[in-house]
């Protein structure tokens, strides 16, 4: 098969795949106990029950859900429409498209410092194992096991509370609001905390992976022939074991970006930070479905898109993928 059939196929069966989850979303969310238009009533429920109809009426929540489902279908694949919030009465497009470059800022930028540090902390890992990779191993066993919203809470009491370094919350300094360069260096300045606590939370899966692939690595025949013509341990390591370990890293880095857009709800909500993940969370509290079944869409996408491309770029490298049953 040639590399772009099987680009074909793979896209094929991904489209197939995104279609498949947005129809099962969909049926969930519906079915989940609760109703979104006595949500929007509030102390109307109680007062004017024809208020309720009305809104039922108004959002189409009225009709059988198998009508709702294709109808969703029809706008979101063929009108390229995802609805209309519930909440904000505004397109559901335009605010997932408001918030999604602070979700992004935040999540692709922690991934790629998880990944740096991961690489770098596995390489000395590797090459002193004794205390040194003890003692980094048990960090990183730390850091896995500590849930990653009271990380962010333990940052925020040293760094906000006590040591008044970075801000607990928010995007800018709303008291005192900035524009040009200094807009951009106060978003930064607010960022920090929020990034730190997510690369951390994602560091020990690097620092994991990629300490045992090298470990690994150092048992095969070729590192011992290269020890025994004297090449040196340093430069062993990093030409050729560290070669060999990328991949596996490289793979989860990149479905870890798949799962950028609605990866970090937790760390958004403690921060107060105003992305994608904030607004899902929201959307669930008020049972904002057209807002909650956005989200999962743009994620769906987003993972899969990453599932194709590492599949094509293992593809590229090595033709017995494509060609494999």
């Given at each position: 098969?040639?590399f772009?059939?099987?680009?074909l196929?793979?896209?094929?069966?991904?489209?197939?795949?995104?279609?498949?989850?947005?129809?099962?979303?969909?049926?969930?969310?519906?079915?989940?106990?609760?109703?979104?238009?006595?949500?929007?009533?509030?102390?109307?429920v109680?007062?004017?029950?024809?208020?309720?109809?009305?809104?039922?009426?108004?959002?189409?929540?009225?009709?059988?859900?198998?009508?709702?489902?294709?109808?969703?279908?029809?706008?979101?694949?063929?009108?390229?429409?995802?609805?209309?919030?519930?909440?904000?009465l505004?397109?559901v497009?335009?605010?997932?498209?408001?918030?999604?470059?602070?979700?992004?800022?935040?999540?692709?930028?922690?991934?790629?410092?998880?990944?740096?540090?991961?690489?770098?902390?596995?390489?000395?890992?590797?090459?002193?194992?004794?205390?040194?990779?003890?003692?980094?191993?048990?960090?990183?066993?730390?850091?896995?096991?500590?849930?990653?919203?009271?990380?962010?809470?333990?940052?925020?009491?040293?760094?906000?509370?006590?040591?008044?370094?970075?801000?607990?919350?928010?995007?800018?300094?709303?008291?005192?609001?900035?524009?040009?360069?200094?807009?951009?260096?106060?978003?930064?300045?607010?960022?920090?905390?929020?990034?730190?606590?997510?690369?951390?939370?994602?560091?020990?899966?690097?620092?994991k992976?990629?300490?045992d692939?090298?470990?690994?690595?150092?048992?095969?025949?070729?590192?011992?022939?290269?020890?025994?013509?004297?090449?040196?341990?340093?430069?062993?390591?990093?030409?050729?074991?560290?070669?060999?370990a990328?991949?596996?890293?490289?793979?989860?880095?990149?479905?870890?970006?798949?799962?950028?857009?609605a990866?970090?709800?937790?760390?958004?909500?403690?921060?107060?930070?105003?992305?994608?993940?904030?607004?899902?969370?929201?959307?669930?509290?008020?049972?904002?479905?057209?807002?909650?079944m956005?989200?999962?869409?743009?994620?769906?996408?987003?993972?899969?898109?990453?599932?194709?491309?590492?599949?094509?770029?293992?593809?590229?490298?090595d033709?017995?993928?494509?060609?494999?049953?």
């Amino acid at each position: 098969m040639s590399f772009f059939a099987y680009t074909l196929k793979r896209i094929a069966y991904g489209t197939l795949v995104v279609v498949i989850i947005v129809a099962t979303n969909f049926v969930i969310v519906n079915l989940a106990p609760g109703d979104p238009a006595v949500a929007m009533g509030g102390e109307l429920v109680l007062s004017n029950p024809e208020y309720i109809k009305a809104v039922r009426e108004r959002w189409g929540l009225d009709k059988p859900l198998i009508y709702r489902l294709l109808h969703y279908l029809y706008n979101v694949f063929l009108r390229l429409d995802l609805g209309y919030s519930y909440r904000y009465l505004e397109p559901v497009s335009k605010l997932i498209i408001e918030r999604l470059p602070y979700t992004l800022l935040l999540t692709i930028t922690s991934s790629l410092l998880a990944f740096a540090l991961g690489l770098l902390t596995s390489v000395i890992s590797v090459r002193r194992l004794g205390k040194t990779d003890t003692a980094l191993t048990a960090s990183s066993l730390v850091l896995w096991s500590v849930p990653v919203f009271y990380l962010g809470i333990m940052l925020v009491w040293i760094f906000s509370v006590n040591l008044k370094l970075f801000p607990a919350a928010g995007l800018i300094d709303v008291r005192n609001p900035k524009t040009g360069i200094y807009y951009v260096l106060d978003v930064l300045h607010h960022a920090f905390l929020p990034v730190t606590t997510l690369a951390l939370a994602l560091y020990p899966a690097y620092y994991k992976l990629l300490r045992d692939t090298m470990v690994e690595v150092l048992s095969e025949d070729f590192v011992m022939t290269f020890r025994a013509v004297g090449l040196d341990e340093g430069r062993l390591v990093r030409r050729h074991v560290l070669r060999n370990a990328l991949i596996p890293a490289i793979t989860l880095l990149g479905l870890q970006l798949g799962y950028s857009v609605a990866g970090a709800a937790l760390i958004e909500n403690v921060f107060g930070w105003p992305g994608v993940g904030k607004l899902l969370l929201d959307a669930v509290y008020v049972r904002d479905y057209p807002v909650i079944m956005g989200v999962f869409l743009i994620t769906s996408i987003t993972v899969v898109a990453a599932n194709i491309v590492v599949d094509l770029v293992y593809a590229a490298l090595d033709p017995r993928v494509r060609v494999g049953r």
